[in-house]
T-cell receptor, first 111, second 114 residues
Framework: QKEVEQNSGPLSVPEGAIASLNCTYS??????FFWYRQYSGKSPELIMS????GDKEDGRFTAQLNKASQYVSLLIRDSQPSDSATYLC???????????FGKGTKLSVIP | EAGVVQSPRYKIIEKKQPVAFWCNPI?????LYWYRQNLGQGPELLIR????????DSQLPKDRFSAERLKGVDSTLKIQPAELGDSAVYLC????????????FGPGTRLTVT
């Protein structure tokens, strides 16, 4: 059974700091990984996808993948109050296009 | 480009009543997903369509839930009869054909069963 684990938080960081969100997964053959942002009362919004080991940067967001450790993280640099949301990690299983989502980490950026 | 459209946005019904949700995916997206999200949880897949074909419905409670995607575009998810435990947000998502995994969600329908 595929499992995706995230620290539920809340994670509080001051404005301008780096927020670090972590996700571990159980399916060793997973090849792609996704981060979604979900504001309260809204639907998930895809913000990052990563397929290869290492780092992928997009603006203030950096996704980091370590397949050997079955670990993927999301770094948010220069955190803004508008980044306050729940961040969901999603992982598909081998041979399956079904995404398994973690429960999400709630991030609060304090002005 | 228009995103995934869902209606209604909110629905309040009494238990044992039927309810239906409608979804129109992003143009050109042949794969459509229905998810259910409970408070404090991530979305859980109910059913996945590739064009008109339901290719993954193993987590759909078939005794009371049904879905259809006629003509491979719009889709409807139905619950009959609704139970108190069905209160949740029902999300529709779409993506390009596999092996693309990026899924884009609609605004969801918040269902409250009283």
């Amino acid at each position: 059974q595929k499992e995706v684990e995230q620290n539920s938080g809340p994670l509080s960081v001051p404005e301008g700091a780096i927020a670090s969100l972590n996700c571990t997964y159980s399916d060793r053959v997973s090849q792609s990984f996704f981060w979604y942002r979900q504001y309260s009362g809204k639907s998930p919004e895809l913000i990052m996808s990563i397929y290869s080991n290492g780092d992928k940067e997009d603006g203030r967001f950096t996704a980091q993948l370590n397949k050997a450790s079955q670990y993927v993280s999301l770094l948010i640099r220069d955190s803004q109050p508008s980044d306050s949301a729940t961040y969901l990690c999603a992982v598909p299983g081998a041979g399956s296009y079904q995404l398994t989502f973690g429960k999400g980490t709630k991030l609060s950026v304090i002005p | 480009e228009a995103g995934v459209v869902q209606s209604p946005r909110y629905k309040i019904i009494e238990k044992k009543q039927p309810v239906a949700f409608w979804c129109n995916p992003i143009s050109g997206h042949n794969t459509l997903y229905w998810y259910r999200q409970n408070l404090g949880q991530g979305p859980e897949l109910l059913i996945r369509y590739e064009n008109e074909e339901a290719v993954d419905d193993s987590q759909l409670p078939k005794d009371r839930f049904s879905a259809e995607r006629l003509k491979g575009v719009d889709s409807t998810l139905k619950i009959q009869p609704a139970e108190l435990g069905d209160s949740a947000v029902y999300l529709c998502a779409s993506s390009l054909d596999p092996p693309v995994y990026e899924q884009y969600f609609g605004p969801g329908t918040r269902l409250t069963v009283t």
